[in-house]
Each structure stands twice: as C-alpha cells, then as structure tokens.
C-alpha cells in the first residue's frame, strides 16, 4: 500500500510541475509514518495547487487524507496521508527549515557529536 500511495503521490507533484521533489524514508526515525515527500511551489499559488492536486489524486483512489495544515497561507502545507507525510513549501520556507536535513540525521550521527 505504502508503494501505491508514494506512487500516486509523486505523479500529483510532477503532474503540477512541483519542484525538488524529495522522498525521505524516515521508518526507524519515527513511528508516526514511514514515508516523508517534502516538494517547494514557485508561489504561494502553486503551493496551495500542489497540495490540492495531491489530496485529489489520492482520494480518486481510495486513500484519505488524515489532516490538511496551511492551505490558507500556503507558505507550508502539511498532507497527512498516514504512512507518508507531504510538506510543500515555498522554497525560502524550505530553506528555513531544513527537512531533509533534520530528517536525514541517524541517532548514531549524534552520538558522533558527543566524543
């Protein structure tokens, strides 16, 4: 399921010319999801667009979105989809906050930083 879901999720995005797509596997960092899909809009627009076109793609086929965050201001809209989180930002935002960054962090990595 989880395979079909990032499917579906990926052609959304590129269906709508969303930008550095990334997909992060982030099982093993956390038990809330497995899956991570962090995608910037060139505009506040074509954030809000994104995010929609994703949660449509993803009912036509039977799977519903858990919650839907920041659609109002579309600077960061979060797509809870269950087993993958979506997070489409403007890319200052992104750059801001640095997901793949975070999440690409290994507990042995901080560990690292102790010694």
């Known amino acids: 399921m989880t395979e079909q879901l990032d499917a579906v999720v990926l052609a959304a995005l590129e269906d709508v010319k969303g930008q550095d797509v990334a997909r992060l596997d982030v099982r093993g960092l956390t038990d809330v999801t497995d899956t991570l899909v962090v995608a910037s809009g060139s505009s506040t627009r074509q954030v809000k667009?994104?995010?929609?076109?994703?949660?449509?793609?993803?009912?036509?086929?039977?799977?519903?979105?858990?919650?839907?965050?920041?659609?109002?201001?579309?600077?960061?809209?979060?797509?809870?989809?269950?087993?993958?989180?979506?997070?489409?930002?403007?890319?200052?935002?992104?750059?801001?906050?640095?997901?793949?960054?975070?999440?690409?962090?290994?507990?042995?990595?901080?560990?690292?930083?102790?010694?």
């Not at 919650?67 to 997070?87: M, N, Y």
């Open 49 to 115: 667009a994104l995010a929609e076109h994703v949660i449509e793609a993803c009912r036509a086929v039977g799977f519903q979105p858990v919650g839907v965050e920041g659609l109002d201001t579309a600077e960061w809209v979060l797509v809870d989809l269950g087993d993958l989180v979506l997070h489409v930002m403007l890319p200052a935002t992104r750059s801001f906050y640095e997901l793949e960054k975070l999440w690409s962090l290994r507990p042995e990595d901080l560990r690292r930083g102790e010694d």
